[in-house]
């Protein structure tokens, strides 16, 4: 009959240093062994090195169940427009619910692009962080010269929005992962469809409001379902990476004025099937019917041939809703809620 192995341990009677010591497991006695006072010391050694590792191992074990519900680390440069201290102070109550939800934000004016870029500089080198910007008119030109300096220094931001950024801006640099822009054509003041370099591979969004007459130059960054949809984008960055899906495809609406806003971050290319159209897609992927049209010079109706890719406008969070935040931002809103409560 074949016998289970049985484990057994064993254990040391503690003596002296230099005294025998006799090993005892489940009463059978082995061969009497000498320690020597060095071997005492490497074994002290060798159990405080063992304590140690487990405890750092446990310590280690604990600090990444806490950092997974950890806030994320981000910081938001925002940009006011020329006479900002007059003008321009929706930029102000933006920042002002971000730093509600529990991140850095601060607000300058354009002429300090220069000098705050170099501060945001120094704080990426010495503490990382996810990098927000964001700027009306003028605040919006500075905003991706800002992109730029950062660029130079391999520095990503995460999120670029400009609302009626001037004429002299320049191309949105290849280190900005989601920029979004929105503007008036006909606006005298702003106007400005912004392009990117060549290489670009970040996702790209800009919305002309020219039929959106409620919406002015001068009341843009204010608007409420802009903000909010906004505010939603930054409190998603940590859930959403920028590069989740590979295929990009920019995206340029002229929103009708019977249309919400709906800022979406970039177009993606899909395939239609038998019995495909416009409509079908929109229905599909929860699109007004408009987006394709305009995405893919198409009037409705036009049938489509198997095989034919289509743009299709996409969040890459979940799909916004302007009433409320997003189930991502909820928490960090009811954390920093919370954190403010305590400190009030």
């Known amino acids: 009959m074949r016998r289970t192995p049985r484990l057994i341990v064993c254990g040391i009677r503690p003596l002296s240093p230099g005294t025998n010591v006799r090993r005892v497991c489940g009463g ?30 446990l310590d280690s074990a604990a600090a990444g169940d806490a950092g997974a519900d ?16 007059i003008f321009s102070r929706g930029t102000d109550d933006l920042a ?10 601060t607000v300058n004016e354009a002429v300090m692009c220069p000098q705050i870029a170099k501060d945001a500089i120094a704080d990426y080198r010495s503490d990382p962080a996810l990098i927000v910007l964001i700027g009306h008119s003028m605040g919006g030109t500075c905003a991706i010269s800002f992109a730029e300096m950062l660029e130079a220094e391999h520095i990503p931001v995460s999120l670029l929005v400009t ?36 290489d670009f591979r970040g996702h790209v969004a800009t919305f002309d409001l020219a039929n959106h007459s409620e919406v002015s130059h001068m009341n843009m960054e204010k608007d409420g379902a802009i903000q909010e949809q906004v ?19 920019p995206i340029h609406y002229v929103v009708p004025a019977d249309a919400a806003i709906e800022l979406w971050d970039s177009g993606r290319p899909v395939t239609a099937r038998s019995g495909d159209s416009l409509e079908t897609l929109a229905a599909a992927y929860h699109v ?3 987006s394709l049209t305009q995405a893919n010079h198409l009037p409705d109706g036009t049938p489509l041939a198997v095989g034919t890719h ?25 954390r920093a809620a919370s954190r403010a409560s305590k400190t009030e």
Request: charged residues 20%.
């Open 310 to 334: 289509i743009v299709v406008p996409r969040h890459l969070g979940p799909l916004a809703v302007q009433t409320s935040f997003k189930t991502s931002g909820q928490k960090r809103a009811t």
């Open 96 to 105: 002002d619910r971000i730093e509600h939800a529990g991140f850095k934000a």
């Open 288 to 290: 007004p019917l408009w």
């Open 28 to 57: 059978t006695r082995f061969p009497e062994v000498m320690i020597k006072p060095t071997q005492v010391g490497v074994f002290l050694i060798a159990a405080i090195l063992s304590g140690g590792l487990l405890w750092g191992a």
């Open 163 to 198: 609302t009626e950024p001037n004429r002299i801006s320049h191309k949105v640099p290849r280190n900005v992962e989601r920029y979004i822009n929105i503007f008036q054509a006909n606006s005298p003041l702003g106007g400005f469809n912004t392009e990117t370099v060549p």
């Open 231 to 249: 505010m939603n984008k930054i409190l998603e960055l940590a859930e959403t990476p920028a590069m989740a899906e590979s295929q990009s495809v």
């Open 70 to 85: 950890a806030p994320t680390k981000l910081r938001a440069y925002l940009f006011r427009g020329f006479a900002g201290m």
